[in-house]
Protein backbone atom coordinates (compact mmCIF):
# COMPACT_ATOMS: atom_id res chain seq x y z
CA UNK A 1 0.00 0.00 0.00
CA UNK A 2 3.09 2.27 0.93
CA UNK A 3 4.20 1.78 -2.51
CA UNK A 4 0.86 2.05 -4.20
CA UNK A 5 0.56 6.11 -2.36
CA UNK A 6 3.97 6.83 -3.47
CA UNK A 7 3.29 5.79 -6.71
CA UNK A 8 0.03 7.90 -6.81
CA UNK A 9 2.13 10.82 -5.04
CA UNK A 10 4.68 10.83 -8.02
CA UNK A 11 2.19 10.58 -10.55
CA UNK A 12 -0.22 13.81 -9.31
CA UNK A 13 2.86 15.78 -8.90
CA UNK A 14 4.25 14.74 -12.30
CA UNK A 15 0.52 15.63 -13.85
CA UNK A 16 0.71 19.18 -11.71
CA UNK A 17 3.90 19.58 -12.96
CA UNK A 18 3.15 19.55 -16.61
CA UNK A 19 -0.67 21.38 -16.08
CA UNK A 20 1.58 24.33 -14.39
CA UNK A 21 3.86 24.04 -17.44
CA UNK A 22 1.16 24.53 -20.11
CA UNK A 23 -0.26 27.62 -18.14
CA UNK A 24 3.56 29.05 -18.78
CA UNK A 25 4.28 28.54 -21.85
CA UNK A 26 1.05 29.04 -23.43
CA UNK A 27 -1.12 32.35 -23.79
CA UNK A 28 -4.21 33.98 -24.53
CA UNK A 29 -3.51 36.17 -27.24
CA UNK A 30 -0.73 35.90 -30.12
CA UNK A 31 2.95 37.69 -29.62
CA UNK A 32 2.85 38.51 -33.47
CA UNK A 33 -0.22 39.06 -35.15
CA UNK A 34 -1.40 37.22 -38.18
CA UNK A 35 1.44 38.13 -41.36
CA UNK A 36 0.08 39.67 -43.98
CA UNK A 37 0.93 39.08 -48.02
CA UNK A 38 3.67 41.77 -47.67
CA UNK A 39 5.85 38.81 -46.10
CA UNK A 40 6.86 37.21 -49.00
CA UNK A 41 6.51 40.24 -51.88
CA UNK A 42 10.00 40.19 -51.57
CA UNK A 43 10.59 36.88 -52.30
CA UNK A 44 12.74 37.96 -55.35
CA UNK A 45 15.58 39.35 -52.78
CA UNK A 46 16.19 35.67 -51.79
CA UNK A 47 18.51 35.11 -55.17
CA UNK A 48 21.04 37.39 -53.34
CA UNK A 49 20.97 34.86 -50.46
CA UNK A 50 21.11 31.99 -52.69
CA UNK A 51 23.76 33.02 -54.64
CA UNK A 52 25.57 33.45 -51.23
CA UNK A 53 24.71 29.72 -50.04
CA UNK A 54 26.51 28.65 -53.45
CA UNK A 55 29.18 30.45 -52.64
CA UNK A 56 29.81 29.80 -49.23
CA UNK A 57 29.60 25.51 -50.39
CA UNK A 58 32.45 26.94 -53.01
CA UNK A 59 34.29 27.99 -50.35
CA UNK A 60 33.63 25.47 -47.89
CA UNK A 61 37.04 24.17 -47.17
CA UNK A 62 37.98 28.19 -46.05
CA UNK A 63 36.80 31.01 -43.47
CA UNK A 64 34.31 33.21 -44.79
CA UNK A 65 31.97 35.43 -43.74
CA UNK A 66 28.00 35.34 -44.81
CA UNK A 67 25.53 37.99 -45.32
CA UNK A 68 22.00 37.81 -44.40
CA UNK A 69 19.30 41.13 -44.88
CA UNK A 70 16.70 41.41 -42.84
CA UNK A 71 14.12 42.06 -46.19
CA UNK A 72 15.67 38.05 -46.81
CA UNK A 73 14.83 36.84 -43.59
CA UNK A 74 11.88 38.29 -43.65
CA UNK A 75 10.81 36.90 -47.12
CA UNK A 76 11.74 33.34 -45.75
CA UNK A 77 10.04 33.60 -42.96
CA UNK A 78 6.95 34.48 -45.10
CA UNK A 79 7.25 31.27 -46.68
CA UNK A 80 6.92 29.56 -43.69
CA UNK A 81 3.51 31.69 -42.72
CA UNK A 82 1.95 30.89 -46.11
CA UNK A 83 3.26 26.71 -45.55
CA UNK A 84 1.71 26.83 -42.40
CA UNK A 85 -1.27 29.58 -41.67
CA UNK A 86 -1.22 29.07 -37.84
CA UNK A 87 2.10 30.18 -37.86
CA UNK A 88 3.17 33.91 -37.88
CA UNK A 89 6.61 35.57 -37.18
CA UNK A 90 8.63 38.91 -37.10
CA UNK A 91 12.42 40.10 -37.68
CA UNK A 92 13.88 43.40 -36.28
CA UNK A 93 17.78 44.41 -36.58
CA UNK A 94 19.42 47.10 -35.65
CA UNK A 95 22.85 48.24 -34.09
CA UNK A 96 24.60 45.44 -32.30
CA UNK A 97 20.77 43.57 -31.21
CA UNK A 98 18.22 41.55 -33.90
CA UNK A 99 14.87 40.78 -32.33
CA UNK A 100 13.04 37.98 -33.42
CA UNK A 101 9.66 36.62 -32.50
CA UNK A 102 7.12 34.18 -33.33
CA UNK A 103 3.60 32.80 -32.39
CA UNK A 104 1.74 29.55 -33.40
CA UNK A 105 -1.90 28.78 -32.96
CA UNK A 106 -3.25 25.67 -31.53
CA UNK A 107 -7.17 24.85 -31.91
CA UNK A 108 -8.92 22.45 -30.05
CA UNK A 109 -8.32 18.89 -31.99
CA UNK A 110 -11.94 17.97 -30.18
CA UNK A 111 -15.22 18.76 -31.43
CA UNK A 112 -15.97 20.34 -28.07
CA UNK A 113 -15.23 24.25 -28.70
CA UNK A 114 -12.16 25.26 -26.79
CA UNK A 115 -10.34 29.23 -26.67
CA UNK A 116 -7.57 29.31 -29.00
CA UNK A 117 -4.26 29.38 -27.11
CA UNK A 118 -0.62 30.67 -28.41
CA UNK A 119 2.74 29.45 -28.02
CA UNK A 120 4.59 32.88 -28.48
CA UNK A 121 8.62 32.98 -28.30
CA UNK A 122 10.79 35.15 -28.51
CA UNK A 123 15.13 35.88 -28.56
CA UNK A 124 17.20 38.21 -28.53
CA UNK A 125 20.56 38.01 -30.51
CA UNK A 126 23.61 40.56 -30.30
CA UNK A 127 27.27 40.81 -31.30
CA UNK A 128 29.41 38.97 -29.72
CA UNK A 129 31.68 35.68 -29.92
CA UNK A 130 29.91 32.47 -31.65
CA UNK A 131 26.17 32.34 -31.90
CA UNK A 132 25.39 35.16 -29.76
CA UNK A 133 21.55 34.93 -28.04
CA UNK A 134 21.04 37.00 -25.03
CA UNK A 135 17.94 35.65 -23.50
CA UNK A 136 14.57 33.30 -25.17
CA UNK A 137 11.31 33.85 -24.13
CA UNK A 138 8.82 31.06 -24.19
CA UNK A 139 5.37 32.41 -22.88
CA UNK A 140 6.01 33.52 -19.71
CA UNK A 141 9.17 30.95 -19.44
CA UNK A 142 13.15 32.85 -19.30
CA UNK A 143 15.91 31.17 -20.55
CA UNK A 144 19.54 32.79 -20.91
CA UNK A 145 20.80 32.51 -24.38
CA UNK A 146 23.31 30.38 -23.13
CA UNK A 147 21.16 27.56 -21.60
CA UNK A 148 18.45 27.88 -24.08
CA UNK A 149 21.93 26.83 -26.97
CA UNK A 150 23.25 23.80 -24.56
CA UNK A 151 19.53 22.75 -24.60
CA UNK A 152 19.26 22.50 -28.70
CA UNK A 153 22.69 21.48 -28.81
CA UNK A 154 21.87 18.49 -26.30
CA UNK A 155 18.82 17.38 -28.63
CA UNK A 156 20.31 17.62 -31.74
CA UNK A 157 22.87 15.28 -30.58
CA UNK A 158 20.60 12.82 -28.84
CA UNK A 159 18.20 12.95 -32.30
CA UNK A 160 21.32 11.99 -34.24
CA UNK A 161 23.31 10.13 -31.85
CA UNK A 162 26.79 12.46 -32.84
CA UNK A 163 28.02 16.03 -31.76
CA UNK A 164 27.27 17.88 -35.35
CA UNK A 165 25.15 20.49 -33.17
CA UNK A 166 28.36 21.08 -31.16
CA UNK A 167 30.38 21.01 -34.60
CA UNK A 168 28.13 23.33 -36.11
CA UNK A 169 28.45 25.60 -33.20
CA UNK A 170 31.81 25.77 -32.94
CA UNK A 171 31.71 26.50 -36.87
CA UNK A 172 30.42 30.02 -36.11
CA UNK A 173 33.32 32.35 -35.11
CA UNK A 174 31.31 35.54 -34.43
CA UNK A 175 27.67 36.88 -34.83
CA UNK A 176 27.72 40.83 -36.04
CA UNK A 177 24.66 42.31 -36.00
CA UNK A 178 24.01 45.93 -38.11
CA UNK A 179 21.26 47.78 -38.84
CA UNK A 180 19.33 45.68 -41.78
CA UNK A 181 21.65 42.72 -41.67
CA UNK A 182 23.13 39.64 -39.73
CA UNK A 183 26.57 38.78 -40.44
CA UNK A 184 27.94 35.40 -39.46
CA UNK A 185 31.65 34.32 -39.15
CA UNK A 186 32.79 31.22 -40.02
CA UNK A 187 35.19 28.47 -39.44
CA UNK A 188 35.58 26.08 -42.90
CA UNK A 189 32.22 24.33 -43.06
CA UNK A 190 33.46 21.47 -44.93
CA UNK A 191 34.01 19.02 -41.87
CA UNK A 192 29.91 19.71 -40.46
CA UNK A 193 29.10 19.00 -44.12
CA UNK A 194 31.27 15.99 -44.21
CA UNK A 195 29.31 14.72 -40.85
CA UNK A 196 26.04 15.85 -42.12
CA UNK A 197 25.86 13.70 -44.98
CA UNK A 198 26.76 10.50 -42.72
CA UNK A 199 24.22 11.30 -40.40
CA UNK A 200 20.94 8.94 -41.50
CA UNK A 201 17.87 10.81 -40.50
CA UNK A 202 14.46 10.58 -42.38
CA UNK A 203 14.42 8.17 -45.26
CA UNK A 204 18.16 7.28 -44.21
CA UNK A 205 16.94 5.80 -41.35
CA UNK A 206 16.72 1.79 -40.77
CA UNK A 207 13.31 1.95 -40.57
CA UNK A 208 12.33 3.22 -44.41
CA UNK A 209 15.10 1.23 -45.66
CA UNK A 210 11.76 -0.60 -47.59
CA UNK A 211 10.60 2.55 -49.69
CA UNK A 212 14.24 2.91 -49.90
CA UNK A 213 15.25 0.07 -51.38
CA UNK A 214 11.70 0.39 -53.65
CA UNK A 215 12.90 3.58 -55.08
CA UNK A 216 15.87 2.24 -55.90
CA UNK A 217 14.55 -0.95 -57.57
CA UNK A 218 11.94 1.40 -59.91
CA UNK A 219 14.85 4.01 -60.56
CA UNK A 220 16.95 1.49 -61.85
CA UNK A 221 13.77 0.32 -64.45
CA UNK A 222 13.53 3.67 -65.20
CA UNK A 223 17.34 3.67 -66.13
CA UNK A 224 16.83 1.13 -68.23
CA UNK A 225 14.33 2.10 -70.25
CA UNK A 226 16.32 2.62 -73.33
CA UNK A 227 13.20 3.14 -75.56
CA UNK A 228 12.14 5.83 -73.75
CA UNK A 229 15.38 7.67 -72.11
CA UNK A 230 17.10 8.12 -75.18
CA UNK A 231 14.42 9.23 -77.30
CA UNK A 232 13.72 13.02 -77.70
CA UNK A 233 10.34 14.63 -77.22
CA UNK A 234 7.99 11.69 -75.49
CA UNK A 235 5.36 12.73 -73.19
CA UNK A 236 5.53 12.46 -69.26
CA UNK A 237 2.20 9.94 -69.81
CA UNK A 238 4.58 7.30 -71.22
CA UNK A 239 7.15 7.63 -68.31
CA UNK A 240 4.31 6.94 -66.14
CA UNK A 241 2.61 4.09 -68.36
CA UNK A 242 5.39 1.86 -68.14
CA UNK A 243 6.99 2.92 -64.65
CA UNK A 244 2.90 2.43 -63.33
CA UNK A 245 2.80 -1.44 -65.50
CA UNK A 246 5.80 -2.62 -62.98
CA UNK A 247 4.04 -1.31 -60.20
CA UNK A 248 0.93 -2.59 -60.81
CA UNK A 249 2.73 -6.28 -61.30
CA UNK A 250 3.68 -5.61 -57.65
CA UNK A 251 0.65 -5.40 -56.11
CA UNK A 252 0.61 -8.81 -54.97
CA UNK A 253 3.99 -8.62 -53.03
CA UNK A 254 4.11 -4.94 -51.93
CA UNK A 255 1.87 -2.23 -50.18
CA UNK A 256 0.13 -0.27 -53.56
CA UNK A 257 0.81 3.35 -51.27
CA UNK A 258 4.26 2.44 -50.25
CA UNK A 259 5.25 1.60 -53.98
CA UNK A 260 3.15 4.33 -55.04
CA UNK A 261 5.29 6.62 -52.81
CA UNK A 262 8.36 5.01 -53.98
CA UNK A 263 7.73 4.98 -57.89
CA UNK A 264 6.98 8.55 -57.33
CA UNK A 265 10.14 9.55 -55.55
CA UNK A 266 11.75 7.74 -58.35
CA UNK A 267 10.66 9.37 -61.29
CA UNK A 268 11.40 12.92 -59.57
CA UNK A 269 14.78 12.00 -59.37
CA UNK A 270 15.17 10.96 -62.59
CA UNK A 271 13.39 13.20 -64.62
CA UNK A 272 13.46 15.80 -62.17
CA UNK A 273 15.97 16.72 -60.71
CA UNK A 274 19.19 13.86 -59.48
CA UNK A 275 20.11 15.61 -56.22
CA UNK A 276 16.64 14.94 -54.73
CA UNK A 277 18.00 11.86 -54.58
CA UNK A 278 20.16 13.39 -51.49
CA UNK A 279 16.56 13.43 -49.24
CA UNK A 280 16.10 10.17 -50.38
CA UNK A 281 19.28 7.68 -49.93
CA UNK A 282 21.67 5.59 -51.61
CA UNK A 283 19.53 4.55 -54.30
CA UNK A 284 21.37 5.31 -57.60
CA UNK A 285 22.12 2.04 -59.41
CA UNK A 286 25.90 2.70 -60.47
CA UNK A 287 27.60 4.08 -57.44
CA UNK A 288 28.73 7.44 -58.58
CA UNK A 289 26.51 8.60 -61.51
CA UNK A 290 23.46 9.97 -61.58
CA UNK A 291 20.57 8.00 -63.48
CA UNK A 292 19.51 10.83 -65.93
CA UNK A 293 17.68 10.47 -68.98
CA UNK A 294 19.17 11.26 -72.45
CA UNK A 295 16.25 13.81 -73.03
CA UNK A 296 13.89 14.84 -70.41
CA UNK A 297 10.27 13.95 -71.15
CA UNK A 298 7.47 16.44 -71.59
CA UNK A 299 4.47 17.96 -70.07
CA UNK A 300 2.26 20.22 -72.21
CA UNK A 301 5.58 20.13 -74.60
CA UNK A 302 7.75 21.38 -71.89
CA UNK A 303 10.70 20.18 -69.93
CA UNK A 304 10.12 22.85 -67.14
CA UNK A 305 6.52 21.66 -66.55
CA UNK A 306 7.55 18.11 -66.25
CA UNK A 307 10.05 19.30 -63.13
CA UNK A 308 7.58 21.11 -61.39
CA UNK A 309 4.95 18.25 -61.32
CA UNK A 310 7.00 15.70 -60.57
CA UNK A 311 9.01 17.82 -57.87
CA UNK A 312 5.87 18.85 -56.56
CA UNK A 313 4.68 15.18 -55.78
CA UNK A 314 7.93 14.13 -54.31
CA UNK A 315 7.85 17.05 -51.98
CA UNK A 316 3.86 15.90 -50.91
CA UNK A 317 5.21 12.38 -50.34
CA UNK A 318 8.46 13.86 -48.19
CA UNK A 319 6.42 16.80 -46.28
CA UNK A 320 2.96 18.25 -45.90
CA UNK A 321 0.25 19.51 -48.52
CA UNK A 322 0.63 23.02 -47.50
CA UNK A 323 4.40 22.98 -48.08
CA UNK A 324 4.79 21.84 -51.16
CA UNK A 325 2.33 24.48 -52.32
CA UNK A 326 3.96 26.99 -50.44
CA UNK A 327 7.60 26.23 -52.37
CA UNK A 328 6.02 26.43 -55.35
CA UNK A 329 4.59 30.18 -54.89
CA UNK A 330 7.97 31.09 -53.34
CA UNK A 331 9.77 30.06 -55.95
CA UNK A 332 7.49 32.12 -58.29
CA UNK A 333 7.89 35.43 -56.75
CA UNK A 334 11.57 34.99 -56.48
CA UNK A 335 11.61 34.61 -60.48
CA UNK A 336 9.94 38.05 -60.79
CA UNK A 337 13.50 39.32 -60.69
CA UNK A 338 15.56 40.88 -63.28
CA UNK A 339 17.17 38.12 -65.14
CA UNK A 340 14.36 35.54 -63.66
CA UNK A 341 11.75 33.67 -66.01
CA UNK A 342 8.84 35.88 -64.54
CA UNK A 343 6.02 34.74 -62.11
CA UNK A 344 4.47 32.02 -64.25
CA UNK A 345 0.79 30.82 -63.04
CA UNK A 346 1.38 27.96 -65.40
CA UNK A 347 4.23 26.46 -63.97
CA UNK A 348 2.05 26.99 -60.12
CA UNK A 349 -0.65 24.91 -62.45
CA UNK A 350 2.03 22.50 -62.43
CA UNK A 351 3.27 22.33 -58.75
CA UNK A 352 -0.58 22.27 -57.83
CA UNK A 353 -1.14 18.90 -60.51
CA UNK A 354 1.58 17.24 -59.22
CA UNK A 355 0.52 17.82 -55.95
CA UNK A 356 -3.23 16.45 -56.33
CA UNK A 357 -1.52 13.49 -58.07
CA UNK A 358 0.47 12.27 -55.22
CA UNK A 359 -2.72 12.67 -52.94
CA UNK A 360 -4.28 10.48 -55.02
CA UNK A 361 -1.42 8.25 -55.47
CA UNK A 362 -1.12 8.45 -51.60
CA UNK A 363 -4.65 7.37 -51.13
CA UNK A 364 -5.10 3.89 -49.60
CA UNK A 365 -8.67 3.89 -51.25
CA UNK A 366 -7.28 5.32 -54.96
CA UNK A 367 -3.88 4.15 -55.28
CA UNK A 368 -4.19 1.20 -57.09
CA UNK A 369 -6.85 2.68 -59.40
CA UNK A 370 -4.63 5.27 -60.28
CA UNK A 371 -2.24 2.10 -61.23
CA UNK A 372 -4.61 0.68 -63.10
CA UNK A 373 -5.30 3.74 -65.26
CA UNK A 374 -1.72 4.53 -65.73
CA UNK A 375 -0.40 0.95 -66.21
CA UNK A 376 -3.61 0.97 -69.32
CA UNK A 377 -1.95 4.84 -70.64
CA UNK A 378 -3.79 7.98 -70.08
CA UNK A 379 -3.68 11.08 -72.20
CA UNK A 380 -1.81 14.24 -70.71
CA UNK A 381 -5.56 15.82 -70.34
CA UNK A 382 -6.52 13.13 -67.74
CA UNK A 383 -3.85 14.70 -65.07
CA UNK A 384 -2.78 17.87 -66.61
CA UNK A 385 -5.07 21.09 -67.14
CA UNK A 386 -5.61 23.26 -69.23
CA UNK A 387 -3.67 26.71 -68.68
CA UNK A 388 -5.43 28.95 -71.87
CA UNK A 389 -5.50 32.34 -70.08
CA UNK A 390 -2.77 31.74 -67.23
CA UNK A 391 -0.33 34.72 -67.63
CA UNK A 392 3.40 33.98 -67.67
CA UNK A 393 6.92 35.65 -67.29
CA UNK A 394 5.50 38.27 -65.16
CA UNK A 395 8.03 41.06 -63.43
CA UNK A 396 7.86 42.15 -60.32
CA UNK A 397 5.94 45.42 -61.37
CA UNK A 398 3.99 43.53 -63.69
CA UNK A 399 2.52 41.59 -61.29
CA UNK A 400 2.24 44.07 -58.68
CA UNK A 401 0.03 46.31 -61.40
CA UNK A 402 -2.31 43.45 -62.01
CA UNK A 403 -2.48 41.52 -58.43
CA UNK A 404 -0.96 44.41 -56.01
CA UNK A 405 -0.15 41.05 -53.24
CA UNK A 406 -0.78 37.46 -52.95
CA UNK A 407 -3.50 38.05 -50.36
CA UNK A 408 -5.39 40.63 -53.17
CA UNK A 409 -9.04 39.03 -54.33
CA UNK A 410 -7.54 38.84 -57.91
CA UNK A 411 -4.77 36.83 -57.15
CA UNK A 412 -6.93 34.34 -55.14
CA UNK A 413 -9.17 34.35 -58.06
CA UNK A 414 -6.48 33.29 -60.33
CA UNK A 415 -5.31 30.57 -58.02
CA UNK A 416 -9.41 29.30 -57.43
CA UNK A 417 -9.55 28.97 -61.28
CA UNK A 418 -6.40 26.61 -61.24
CA UNK A 419 -7.98 24.50 -58.43
CA UNK A 420 -11.42 24.37 -60.26
CA UNK A 421 -9.59 23.33 -63.17
CA UNK A 422 -7.47 20.71 -61.49
CA UNK A 423 -10.74 19.51 -59.52
CA UNK A 424 -12.50 18.63 -62.83
CA UNK A 425 -9.20 16.57 -64.00
CA UNK A 426 -10.44 12.80 -64.36
CA UNK A 427 -7.16 12.22 -61.78
CA UNK A 428 -9.52 14.09 -59.48
CA UNK A 429 -12.65 11.76 -60.41
CA UNK A 430 -11.08 8.63 -59.34
Known sequence: MKLIRLFLLAMSLLLVSA????????DGSPLVAQQQASTVDDADSVHALMRSVRNMLKRRH??????????????LLGLANRALPNFSSKVNLQPEIGLIAASYAFSSPFDVPLPTVYLNVSASLSSGARLHIDDVSIGQLTLSGQTFLCLVEWLVNTWTSSDIATNGLNTIKRTQVNKDYLVLDLQPIQPVLAQLNEIKNGLGTSQDTHLRERTAYYLKAL???SDLNQTRGVSLTQYLSSLFQL????????DPVKDNQAAILALAVYTGHHRLANLVGDIQPVKGRAALPRYRPLLAGRT????????????YVLSQQGITVAIGEFKELMDRANGGSGYSFVDLAADMAGLRFAEQALSPERAMPLQSALAKGVEQAWLFPDTQGLAEGLTKQAFSEQFETVDSQAYKDVLIDIQTRIDNL???QL
Not at 19 to 26: A, D, E, M
Open 19 to 26: VGLVFVIF
Open 223 to 225: DDK
Open 426 to 428: PLS
Open 247 to 254: VESQRAFH
Open 62 to 75: QAQEVSISEQQVHS
Open 304 to 315: DLTQHFVLSAAI
